[in-house]
C-alpha cells in the first residue's frame, strides 16, 4: 500500500500516519521527496480498510499495490531514484555513468595499467573482481583481499569509484573499506540470505539480472535488499540464457525501459557479459544507451589475450576510448550525458 501526504504535511502529522499503520501490523517504509512525503506499507493486510487511513489529517491519497514489489516500485518513488556517492558521482540522474576495467585484479601491473586507460577515457567506477565465482574448480578464483586493497589503491590514485563483487555473507565486512558499490552477481541474484544482509548496510548495491531470471524475479530480488532499509539498489541487464548459442548470453535490451517504468531504482547494462563477444559489446552498450540505460559496466583489460578470465569479451584500451567518443554523440540525443 502506498500513501502519499498532502505536500507540506508536517512530521506529526506524518508521524501519526506511520504510527497507525504500525500498530495494524504493516512495516513502514517512507520516501521524501522535494514536494511531497510517500510512505510505502508492506504486509500482507488483504481485508483492510484503506478508508481507516485515507481520513486521516494530510493524506492525499491511499493506493492498493497488486504488484508483489512494494518498495521498487515506481509508485513508491515516481520521481526515480538517485543514488549518490561521496566524489559527486551520481546514478540515476541525466548523465550516465560507465564502469570499466578488468573482469578480474590479476596483477597490480594489469590493474593500474588498466584503472589509467580507463579513467583518461572517461569512466567513473574502476569494476574488477577480486572475489570471482567461476563456473569451473580450476579457473582463477581471484586474489581476494589482496585484490580488494589493490583495487581501492587504484581508484584512489585515479579518481575512480569502485565496484567488485561479493560472493557471501562472510565477505561483505571484509570488503567495507575498499567498495563503494557492491556487486551482486547474476549466481547470487536469488541468493536471499545475502540479499537480507545486504539491506542492512548502509553502501549501494548493483544487483544484475540472473541467466534466466525474470523482470519481476529481478524486481522481487530487489526488495529483500529494499525491505532491509538500504533503498541505494542499481539494477543491472547483463544477458539471459536462450536457445541462441551465437553469444555467450542474449542481451535483453528491452529489460531496460520495461524496468523503467515499472520500478524507480536506476538501470545498467553489461554488454560484456550480455554478449560475450569483444565485436559485441560497443553495439549493444550504444542501444543500451538509447534504450535509457543510466550506467554501464563494461570490461577492459590492457592485453584481453593473455586475460586469466573473459578475454574474449574484454575490450583493448584504444577500443573503449572510441566507445567512448560514440556514446557521447548518441547521450544528447536522448537526453543525456556522458
Known amino acids: 500500500m502506498i500513501i502519499a501526504m498532502q505536500p507540506g504535511a508536517s512530521e506529526k502529522q506524518i508521524d501519526n500516519v506511520i504510527e497507525r ?4 501490523g504493516f ?3 517512507r520516501s521524501t521527496g522535494e514536494q511531497q512525503t510517500v510512505l ?4 500482507a493486510k488483504i481485508d483492510f480498510d484503506i478508508r481507516e487511513i485515507e481520513l486521516l489529517e494530510a493524506v492525499q491519497q491511499v493506493h492498493r499495490i497488486s504488484a508483489p514489489y512494494k518498495l521498487v516500485g515506481r509508485t513508491f518513488r515516481p520521481d526515480g531514484t538517485v543514488v549518490k556517492f561521496a566524489n559527486g558521482v551520481s546514478i540515476g540522474g541525466n548523465e550516465v555513468i560507465v564502469m570499466a576495467g578488468p573482469c578480474s585484479v590479476e596483477s597490480r601491473e594489469q590493474l ?3 584503472a589509467e586507460q580507463v579513467a583518461q577515457a572517461g569512466a567513473k567506477f574502476l569494476r574488477g573482481g577480486a572475489f570471482k565465482p567461476r563456473s569451473s574448480p580450476y579457473s582463477f ?8 586493497k589493490l583495487l581501492r589503491e587504484a581508484g584512489d590514485r585515479y579518481g575512480l569509484l569502485v565496484v567488485t563483487e561479493v560472493m557471501e555473507i562472510g565477505q561483505i565486512e571484509v570488503m567495507l573499506p575498499y567498495v563503494d558499490l557492491f556487486q551482486l552477481g547474476a549466481r547470487n541474484m536469488q541468493n536471499f540470505n545475502l540479499l537480507r544482509e545486504l539491506g542492512k548496510i548502509r553502501k549501494p548495491v548493483l544487483l544484475k539480472r540472473g541467466i534466466a531470471a525474470t523482470i ?12 532491509g532499509g538500504n533503498y541505494d539498489v542499481i539494477l543491472c541487464e547483463r544477458g539471459i540464457r536462450t536457445f541462441e548459442t551465437y553469444t555467450r548470453n542474449t542481451m535483453d535490451i528491452s529489460a531496460i525501459p520495461i524496468v523503467k517504468k515499472l520500478s524507480h531504482l536506476p538501470m545498467t547494462a553489461d554488454p560484456s557479459h550480455g554478449t560475450g563477444r569483444r565485436d559485441k559489446v560497443a553495439p549493444m552498450a550504444r542501444a543500451a544507451l538509447a534504450a535509457g540505460c543510466d550506467a554501464l559496466l563494461i570490461e577492459v583489460h590492457p592485453d584481453p589475450d593473455q586475460a586469466l578470465s573473459d578475454g574474449p569479451q574484454s575490450l ?3 577500443q573503449f576510448s572510441k566507445l567512448m567518443q560514440e556514446l557521447r554523440m548518441i547521450a544528447p540525443a536522448v537526453g543525456r550525458s556522458i
Do not use: W
Open 112 to 114: 593500474f595499467s588498466c
Open 216 to 227: 519481476e524475479e529481478l524486481l522481487l530480488s530487489a526488495e529483500y535488499v529494499l525491505a
Open 141 to 148: 578464483q581471484g586474489l581476494g583481499v589482496e585484490g580488494l
Open 21 to 24: 499503520l504500525v500498530i495494524r
Open 316 to 318: 583493448y584500451p584504444a
Open 27 to 29: 512495516e513502514v517504509h
Open 40 to 43: 510505502g506499507a508492506v504486509g
